[in-house]
């Protein structure tokens, strides 16, 4: 069984930075793609980043430039490294590990960006 756990979130003014982290549980982390998801108030949740066992990144198109997604595989982690944060990035952010199609999820840390 696979469990995340998701820490780093809090509040920061405009323009300040955070970093997330997820710890990850069992041992399929290596081979695994990660995703940090994020869920506004009122909004639908919505895929961050990405990074694959590879480490190929990807992420959408609103954070591209500022945010840094990452992965230790010695410890099991996933990082991302949110940079100029905008009041529009706060939101509930989820860690995912997706393998074989199984879809697992931590229970989120909220980002709250607020001057």
């Known amino acids: 069984q696979v469990q995340l756990v998701e820490s780093g979130g809090g509040t920061v003014q405009p323009g300040g930075s955070l970093r997330l982290s997820c710890a990850a549980s069992?041992?399929?982390?290596?081979?695994?793609?990660m995703g940090w998801y994020r869920q506004a108030p009122g909004k639908e949740r919505e895929l961050v980043a990405h990074?694959?066992?590879?480490?190929?990144?990807g992420y959408v198109d609103s954070v591209k430039g500022r945010f840094t997604i990452s992965r230790d595989n010695a410890k099991n982690t996933v990082y991302l490294q949110m940079n100029s944060l905008k009041p529009e990035d706060t939101a509930v952010y989820y860690c995912n590990l997706h393998y074989a199609g199984e879809f697992y999820w931590g229970k989120g840390t909220l980002v709250t960006v607020s001057s």
């Open positions: 990074i694959t066992s590879a480490s190929t990144t």
């Open positions: 069992g041992s399929i982390f290596d081979i695994s793609g």
